[in-house]
C-alpha cells in the first residue's frame, strides 16, 4: 500500500522474514531480535529516505501487538533516518501498548472492515488495493 510520511510516499509491504534477511545495511525493527541460537532475526526495515521508490517492509508472521510496534518503528526510521535505535525501539513499543492496551485497537483485517472504513473516508479505494 502506497502511504505519505512527511511529504514523502512509500511502500508498505509485508514480505516474508526471510526476504528480510537478506537486506543488510538497511535499518532493522527494534534492533535485532535474537532467537535461541542467537541468530539474527530482522521483523521490518526500510529503505534510507533519499532513495526512489522507498519501500517499508514488515514481516508478514508478526503478531498483531508485535507488527503494530514494527511497523511504527519503520515509520519513524522513515521520518528520521538518524533517530537513535535505542529511543525508536522504545518509543514505538509505548504507543503500540497505548493504542492496544489502552484504547483498545485491533487490527481489522477483512474485507468487510475496509469497506466500513471506506465509507467513513479513513481509507481511499488505492489504498486498500495496494
Known amino acids: 500500500m502506497r502511504i505519505s510520511l512527511l511529504h514523502k510516499f512509500w511502500r508498505l509491504v509485508f ?10 545495511r538497511k535499518k ?7 532467537t535461541s541460537d542467537e541468530e539474527e532475526v530482522c521483523r521490518g526495515d526500510c529503505d534510507d529516505p533519499t532513495t526512489t521508490n522507498k519501500q517499508i517492509r ?3 508472521n508478526l503478531p498483531m501487538l508485535e507488527e503494530l510496534e514494527v511497523v511504527i518503528h519503520e515509520c519513524f526510521h ?3 533516518w538518524w533517530k537513535d535505535e535505542e529511543w525508536i525501539e522504545q518509543v514505538s513499543e509505548d504507543i503500540a501498548h497505548v493504542l492496544v492496551r ?5 487490527k481489522l483485517d477483512t474485507p468487510e472492515a475496509e469497506k ?3 465509507k467513513l473516508g479513513w481509507v481511499k479505494q488505492e489504498e486498500v488495493e495496494g
Open 116 to 118: 466500513a472504513l471506506r
Open 58 to 60: 514488515i514481516a508478514n
Open 78 to 80: 522513515a521520518c528520521d
Open 28 to 34: 532493522c525493527a527494534n534492533g535485532k531480535a535474537k
Open 102 to 106: 489502552r484504547l483498545g485497537w485491533v
Open 15 to 24: 514480505v516474508a522474514p526471510s526476504r528480510l534477511k537478506e537486506r543488510k
